[in-house]
């Protein structure tokens, strides 16, 4: 999968656990905590969602570099197996 | 929305003489034990410190009546099984607060599971009416936000609410030495028709003992 695949479909899961945010309207080098409130809870539904559909545990230790898209796309693209 | 939150709050603090009680609690040990639970376990199974409050909350009520119930008609009825509301903030705007169902006698994973369904559904806008009118009371965490205290306001006819704070780093006294501790500032707001400030003091202490014990929970 390329960087711009990755990108959507972390697009697309962000807004599957978040279904109340608009996908056009994700910023990708903002947080999604200052975009949208994001908070615990939908990091970690965030992270279960990775783990189902990517097949990537993101250890808790690691949340920190979920926090925006852009910071995403890069942690899950060296990640991915 | 923010009309019925508004003509609820409006009624709550109308009818019911609240007091507040509000204390801090080094959970450093329990931060510690939930980092390395989550650490071996798969993302579907973490915990987030907030379940571990709601379940201190429950097993508290259930050991000291007086917070878990509903004062209708002049009278308060505890109620026989404790059914924790979980406070959600809508993005947007709003909050919600669905029940976890018979919550002091959930496994930790399994309430887990359900406050999360709960939160990700509360958001969907897929909440049924009888998970709202449930709760017999409530936990609001601002565990995310900047916040060390909060001062919560009853959901009639509700007669108890808990909050807690975000965890935050802090110089505390340990063994006469002043150390980095990271503390949690639990809060309680309670209705004076059922109970007074020393009974309120004791709930508190049981729920701070609770998550000082998390293998307890």
Known sequence: MDRDELARRVLQLLTEIAPDVEPASVIPGIDFRDQFDFDSMDTLNFAVALHRELGVDV?????AQLASLDKC?????QAMP | ???AIAAAMSRSKREIPHYYLATTVDVTGTVEWLAARNASVPVTQRLL???LVVKAV????RELKGFSGFHREGRYEDSDTVHVGVAVALRGGGLVAPAIMDTADKPLNVLMEEFRDLV???????????ELSAPTIIVTSLGDSPVDTVFPI?????VAIVGAGAIAERPWVVAGQVVPRQVLGLSLGADHRVTDGRLGARFLARIAERLLDPGSL
Request: hydrophobic share 45%.
């Open chain 2, 58 to 61: 429950a097993l508290g009520c």
């Open chain 2, 154 to 158: 009853i959901q009639p006819p509700q």
């Open chain 1, 59 to 63: 250890p808790e230790k690691d949340y």
């Open chain 2, 49 to 51: 410190f907030a379940a």
């Open chain 2, 1 to 3: 929305m923010r009309a």
């Open chain 2, 120 to 130: 990700a559904r509360a958001r969907a806008g897929r909440l049924r009416a009888s």
């Open chain 1, 73 to 77: 796309v890069a942690y899950l693209y």
